[in-house]
T-cell receptor
Framework: LAKTTQPISMDSYEGQEVNITCSHN???????ITWYQQFPSQGPRFIIQ???TKVTNEVASLFIPADRKSSTLSLPRVSLSDTAVYYC?????????????FGTGTQLKVEL | ETGVTQSPTHLIKTRGQQVTLRCSSQ?????VSWYQQALGQGPQFIFQ???????GRGNFPPRFSGLQFPNYSSELNVNALELDDSALYLC??????????????FGPGTRLLVL
């Protein structure tokens, strides 16, 4: 599975847009990019998933350049409740035996 | 809410004991995966079950075993508990076999403490 690199931590203020970038230089052709959010002592929560270009849902946008060697999770107008660890994962999402490989994630801290 | 439930929420055991953790998948899902998350680390893949058979395993010893039942609920069993087994155990369910994206949805986890 492709290895990912993301910042260990980020700080922001309420109302700001937050962009978390993930590097995945050796992403394979059949790999998707998935982001999860995790609060302390809870299971990871699926945020968004994409293969190329741009994906948007009600909580976030995911930007993927043409070479797919990186991706950016964009959280518009964050609030205190967005303080959490954000994980970027890269891997195939079809077929059996699909394991998710988590890194240490990005700890996002949102302040007033 | 993902619809994935786990029991118990917390558990305390002593070294050498055995433990069984349970997971109920989201309705309509046929695949369950188990992860171990140590404090301050990301979740680590233990194994996955698809239609009642093991379908992929991570770097965990054989004393970690599992079952998936016909209703797609699942158990994680750990024998001969060690102190390092203290962690948050997560299960995630997904729907495999559709030939498209198989997003995994996680339960709230079981916090295991081994003394």
């Amino acid at each position: 599975l492709a290895k990912t690199t993301q910042p260990i931590s980020m700080d922001s203020y309420e109302g700001q847009e937050v962009n978390i970038t993930c590097s995945h230089n050796n992403i394979a052709t059949n790999d998707y990019i998935t982001w999860y959010q995790q609060f302390p002592s809870q299971g990871p929560r699926f945020i968004i998933q994409g293969y190329k270009t741009k994906v948007t849902n009600e909580v976030a946008s995911l930007f993927i350049p043409a070479d797919r060697k990186s991706s950016t999770l964009s959280l518009p107008r964050v609030s205190l409740s967005d303080t959490a660890v954000y994980y970027c994962l890269v891997g195939p999402v079809t077929g059996g035996g699909n394991k998710l490989t988590f890194g240490t994630g990005t700890q996002l801290k949102v302040e007033l | 809410e993902t619809g994935v439930t786990q029991s118990p929420t917390h558990l305390i055991k002593t070294r050498g004991q055995q433990v069984t953790l349970r997971c109920s998948s989201q309705s309509g899902h046929n695949t369950v995966s188990w992860y171990q998350q140590a404090l301050g680390q990301g979740p680590q893949f233990i194994f996955q079950y698809y239609r009642e058979e093991e379908n992929g395993r991570g770097n965990f010893p054989p004393r970690f075993s599992g079952l998936q039942f016909p209703n797609y609920s699942s158990e994680l069993n750990v024998n001969a508990l060690e102190l390092d087994d203290s962690a948050l155990y997560l299960c995630a369910s997904s729907l495999a076999g559709r030939g498209d994206q198989e997003t995994q949805y996680f339960g709230p986890g079981t916090r295991l403490l081994v003394l």
